[in-house]
């Protein structure tokens, strides 16, 4: 069983779209958490959410919103897709917030806006 | 604020041949320290972790890091490489007491040639 899954794997779209990636965990973990890698593999953390509260929030455009309609799920919606959002977004989980926790990743989705 | 810088972005080596990657960090506290690694389309997968306790650590698959405070390096190494090794590594930092807010180096890339 696939302990951190998400979807879709790959993501083509035109630009001004609204798109949702999807991510859950069976891990029975209290943390979720959707990380930006872009064309040179640079990772940067978005958000962060513990039991369903937001507690990590990057500085990144409103346009991207994530939600968690339990603490299994973590969601991440994008309006008006930008060039720029081509990227693989990686969920990830953990079991606590702070600390030497280690995060589970999904295996990422590749958005590509054209 | 922390930062991590690996040193070199392509590492190449042949099989049965010893592997360094190197990581230095910058951090205002006792950071913890992670290596990552992911394999092509996969997920990042922890390889291992300092917090605070020995300054050997032996991670998964035969990899094991060092830290050195008075350098403030993290390089991971393995005796012996192995052609499933190829893979993108990441270098991790965390300060102690705070939120989970991970920053990762820009990876570098193993090559492992017969």
């Known amino acids: 069983d696939t302990a951190v899954s998400q979807t879709p794997k790959y993501l083509v779209t035109q630009m001004g779209n609204d798109k949702s990636i999807k991510c859950e965990q069976n891990?029975?973990?209290?943390?979720m958490y959707w990380y930006k890698q872009d064309s040179k593999k640079f990772l940067k953390i978005m958000f962060s959410?513990?039991?369903?509260?937001?507690?990590i929030n990057e500085t990144v455009p409103n346009r991207f919103s994530p939600k968690s309609p339990d603490k299994a799920h973590l969601n991440l919606h994008i309006n008006s897709l930008e060039l720029g959002d081509s990227a693989v977004y990686f969920c990830?989980?953990?079991?606590?917030?702070?600390?030497?926790?280690?995060?589970?990743f999904g295996s990422g989705t590749q958005l590509s806006v054209l | 604020a922390q930062s991590v810088t690996q040193l070199d972005s392509h590492v190449s080596v042949s099989e049965g041949t010893p592997v360094l990657l190197r990581c230095n960090y910058s951090?205002?506290?006792?950071?913890?320290l992670f290596w990552y690694v992911q394999h092509p389309n996969k997920g990042l997968q922890l390889l291992l972790k300092?917090?605070?306790?020995?300054?050997l650590v032996k991670g998964i698959n035969g990899f094991e890091a060092e830290f050195k405070k008075s350098e403030t390096s993290f390089h991971l190494t393995k005796p012996s490489a192995h052609m499933s090794d190829a893979a993108e590594y990441f270098c991790?930092?965390?300060?102690?007491?705070?939120?989970?807010?991970?920053?990762f180096g820009t990876g570098t890339r193993l090559q492992v040639t017969l």
């Open positions: 990830a989980s953990s079991q606590e917030l702070s600390g030497g926790e280690k995060l589970f």
């Open positions: 891990l029975g973990h209290d943390t």
């Open positions: 959410y513990n039991n369903k509260e937001l507690i």
């Open positions: 951090s205002s506290y006792s950071p913890s």
């Open positions: 300092y917090t605070s306790a020995a300054t």
């Open positions: 991790v930092v965390k300060p102690a007491g705070t939120a989970s807010k991970l920053t």
